[in-house]
């Protein structure tokens, strides 16, 4: 008897490490709790300002959004625009470079929305074989 999986194409170590380097930079650039909330509610509500994001991303606090707000500046994705009118207005944007995420929000959209439904699936099967 042959080995199974001896003729079966053998994937690179270099395709792997690059996959997953691609994927490391993604998360680091985009990933945590509150970065995508962010751009999206931008994406949303357009223009807004820092207590507007406060209020529309439920549970942030105003530091870790300061810190995330300069974080997306720094890659690109917003842009701090400062009007020098009684009082100082401060609102952010999203850049056109946020656009290269609509494919990634929508995937993450679709498949969050089918996990959601099949937990409630499971959910309902769990309870309906328990009674």
Same mark, same amino acid.
């Given at each position: ?16 490490? $690059? $996959?997953?380097?691609? !994927? ?22 357009? /223009?807004? /300002?820092?207590?507007?994001?406060? /209020? ?7 530091? !870790? ?20 009118? *009684?009082? !100082? !207005? ?16 929508? *995937? ?17 099967? $769990? ?5």
């Amino acid at each position: 008897m042959e080995n199974p999986g001896v003729n079966e194409p053998q994937h690179s170590t270099n395709a792997c490490t $690059a $996959a997953l380097s691609a !994927v490391e930079d993604t998360l680091y650039v985009i990933g945590g709790k509150w970065k995508l909330k962010i751009i999206i509610a931008i994406k949303e509500h357009g /223009r807004m /300002r820092f207590n507007e994001l406060q /209020r529309t991303v439920e549970g942030i606090s105003a530091r !870790v959004l300061s810190n995330e707000l300069k974080d997306l500046e720094l890659n690109g994705f917003i842009k701090r625009n400062v009007y020098t009118k *009684s009082p !100082v !207005v401060i609102e952010y944007q999203l850049t056109g470079y946020s656009d290269t995420l609509d494919g990634l929000l929508k *995937s993450l959209v679709e498949w969050g929305t089918m996990h959601r439904e099949k937990i409630r699936q499971d959910s309902r099967q $769990a309870a309906t074989q328990n009674n």
